[in-house]
Nanobody
Framework: VQLQASGGGSVQAGGSLRLSCAAS????????VGWFRQAPGKEREFVAG???????NYADSLKDRFTISRDNAKNLVLLQMNRVKPEDTAVYYC???????????????????WGQGTLVTVSS
């Protein structure tokens, strides 16, 4: 599966941004999809994940501001980011896997397929 994350950009603190994860030439039907982020000098960290058909996991620190969802008609997985903070600045990656279990979603090495990332910059 070839994944493409998009929707990143520059936003002021308190604003909103919506990221999209698309699969090139293939449906995301049956795949779990996750979002991770990596800030400069830091490890890649789990943001949110959505299993097939739709149960969701979130990083505890983000669940009140971020929402993951599927748009099956458009073959997309979305990450809605609200009330963003400067510490949300990072490259955001989406990942996919057909057989990942819920407890394994939090760890990047457990995911089979990765997109190339989209940069989110939040200014104060």
């Amino acid at each position: 599966v070839q994944l493409q994350a998009s929707g990143g950009g520059s936003v002021q603190a308190g604003g909103s941004l919506r990221l999209s994860c698309a699969a090139s030439g293939q449906t995301l039907y049956g795949y779990s999809v996750g979002w991770f982020r990596q800030a400069p000098g830091k490890e890649r960290e789990f943001v949110a994940g959505i299993r097939w058909p739709g149960s969701k996991n979130y990083a505890d620190s983000l669940k009140d501001r971020f929402t993951i969802s599927r748009d099956n008609a458009k073959n997309l997985v979305l990450l809605q980011m609200n009330r963003v903070k400067p510490e949300d600045t990072a490259v955001y990656y989406c990942a996919a896997d057909r057989s990942i279990i819920s407890s394994s979603m939090y760890h990047a090495p457990n995911w089979d397929y990765w997109g190339q990332g989209t940069l989110v910059t939040v200014s104060s």
